[in-house]
């Protein structure tokens, strides 16, 4: 009995503690089951680019009109908003845009460029509402290349970050990806940088929930009244007759 009881003591109040982390645990669950990845993603409103076509001549051609001098360890040719450009990434220092048409220098993309940008990946009329530099990333924006441009657009929350030195779309988001997002950093427990999910706060919460559930099955018999039921078939086995 002083097992059983000192169980059901720990099982009523640990329960008790852990009644919001295990609802976080659950709720958030469920929601990331229901909720599909790709409208998370915004991929359900992300524009077709296709791609410019360009021989082996003409590329050739083009790169002829970069500086002189101009060099680097990786030059990539890519489509932007519908012409080619050379993206050019250096041993050191920041990645340098070209446009292969005229040989002109469109790195650091100003805002109207990125505001141009963000409307042609996204599908729809939307326009721009806002166009905001970006130097310190938030939270939502982790791990993007930095300096870049947020451009908002009214409507569902809907943000698209634009490199400032390539000029490539990083990062989509909306409200649905913010509220995923926050339902993350509850599901794991890191309330900083919504990536961790390895840290001491969910170990010693998962260390208690399963504590919860372990003096839950010791306490299982006992509520089901299987002692109980053992006890009366003792004693009818011990009465004489």
């Known amino acids: 009995m002083r097992v059983t009881s000192l169980a059901a003591t720990i099982h009523k109040w640990l329960a008790l503690v852990m009644a919001v982390p295990i609802l976080f645990w ?12 790709e409208k998370v993603r915004s991929e359900h409103v992300r524009a077709a680019q296709p791609p410019v076509e360009l021989s082996v001549r003409e590329i050739a051609a083009a790169l002829q009109m970069l500086p002189e001098g101009e060099s680097g360890k990786r030059i990539e040719i890519r489509s932007l908003l519908g012409r080619a450009v050379a993206l050019v990434e250096p041993g050191a220092g920041r990645p340098r845009l070209y446009d292969l048409g005229d040989g ?18 996204h599908a729809g009329d939307a326009r721009a509402a806002r166009v905001i530099a970006i130097t310190e990333p938030p939270v939502e924006y982790r791990g993007g290349p930095l300096p870049a ?13 634009v490199a400032q030195d390539t000029g490539a779309v ?43 559930l372990v003096t839950g099955i010791i306490l299982f018999p006992v509520r089901l009244g299987l002692a109980a039921w053992l006890r009366r078939r003792r004693r009818r086995r011990a009465q004489p007759g």
């Not at 002109?104 to 990946?121: G, N």
Request: aromatic share 14%.
């Open 149 to 161: 441009w947020r451009v908002d657009f009214d409507g569902e929350g809907r943000s698209i970050y």
């Open 170 to 212: 990083v990062s989509r988001r909306s409200t649905l990806w913010r509220v995923y997002d926050f339902l993350w950093a509850l599901h794991i427990l890191d309330f900083s940088g919504h990536e961790d999910y390895g840290t001491p706060l969910l170990a010693i919460a998962t260390a208690l929930a399963l504590l919860v």
């Open 104 to 121: 002109r220098l469109l790195s650091p993309i100003p805002a109207a460029l990125a505001a141009e940008i963000a409307e042609a990946d």
């Open 26 to 37: 659950f709720a958030s669950g469920l929601f990331f089951a229901l909720a599909p990845m």
